[in-house]
């Protein structure tokens, strides 16, 4: 196949990137890819350390994931959401059966914005339908990220986000998340969970309880900076959630089907959501794949005559393809087959010993995550916690992809703290692939004092 020349500007306008920067550094393009590895044009190998945007869970080239879509292709491509197909109702019971959720009901879309677009939706309508009209705020937190319509953007807690697109959604609120790594001196984690916890309650209680609908949290937070709550922190929100009748959306777009070292992110955690989102992992990026899970009590507000406009009056084209949770259904097989859940924990701790060699460098403040969901927050000073500036921290990300690893970094998220160094590969690592990216950090790190 004839391939571009790349130094030719081409007419594709890419995602979060400043073109202008693209005519001196046009990055190759990527024609191949298998397990761990992407493949350029120049037949370069690069070890996929983020799992693309860290959703190929099963790894790269999966041949029986194409058979399954070609098979469902050529008996049923697509149908009218409202008539719906066999592969999306397993596929609801599938996602049931293993959020451990004996009822509930599951709404497809495409993405994870979608997702909780349809979840903020669904809040809403729910209380107006249970006796509670003015429960329509919703809080989320800082650094979180939900995704990029107008309200899930209105949700997510990343100010460099937002410039440009204001003014968004009205009726979303945030608070501070946890954030172990920078709490006050003098509180343990568990209390700095509990501090956490009380901006929840204050907020509601400051706004009116009978305003407040929902609470939307990423188990962990991923994309603004790789960020583990303490153990404390889910159960005393859900507690909270439940005196105040505010519904708890957890977001696992990314946390969900291994990416933690567990199937789903709460599970470190112990409490559940009223609502799940997920996209990515579901269909490891073969298929553009989501979905909104919630409780039977919520779905059962949406009960009525025809004529009283109760039900859930939302529809996406694309929502339960049948070719789409097809492969997602196999997908959740490999997953379960390959023990990728266990792989994701082993490698865990596997990549975090090989980090800690690098504990002692001056850039490195601290090294965190679960699962293969890992990051290092990059400081200039070890005792101040100064962020690393922008342009070191960049080179550091760079560097690593000189070595062939694609690692990357929470660019253009809160201003000032985009120094954390994500790693997200395919739960498929194995010891070997691990070692590459340790490596090309430690090499990047040693190269960065220069
Ligand atoms: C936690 C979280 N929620 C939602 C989204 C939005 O998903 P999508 O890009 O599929 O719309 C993302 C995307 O990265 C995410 O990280």
Redesign the pocket.
Known sequence: METQNMNAPDSLWRPMTQHKMLLQNHPKHIVKAEGCFMINEDGDRILDGTAG?WCVNVGHGRKELAEVAKAQMEKLAYVIPVMTSDPAVELSAKMLEKLGMEKGHVYFTS????A?ETAFKMVRQYHLQTGNPRKHKIISRHRA????TLA?MSATGQAERKIGYEPLAPGFLHIPPPYPYRRHPKLTEEEHGTECVKFLEDTIIYEGEETVAAFIM?PMI??GGVMVPPDNYLTEIRRVCDKYNVLLIL?E??SGFGRTGKMFGHEHWGAKGDIFTF??GMASGYMPV?ATVVKENIFEAFYGEANELKHFRHVNTYGGHPVAAAVSLKNIEIVERENLVANAAKMERYIKAGLNEFADHPFVGEIRGKGLLLGIELVSDKESKTPLETARSNAIVQNCMKQGVHVMRNGYTVPGLDNVLIMAPPLVLQESEADMIVDAIGNALKQALN
């Open positions: 945007l993405s994870g914005s979608e909780n990220y939900h995704g990029n899930t990423e991923s994309g977001d777009v990314v996209a990515k989501a």
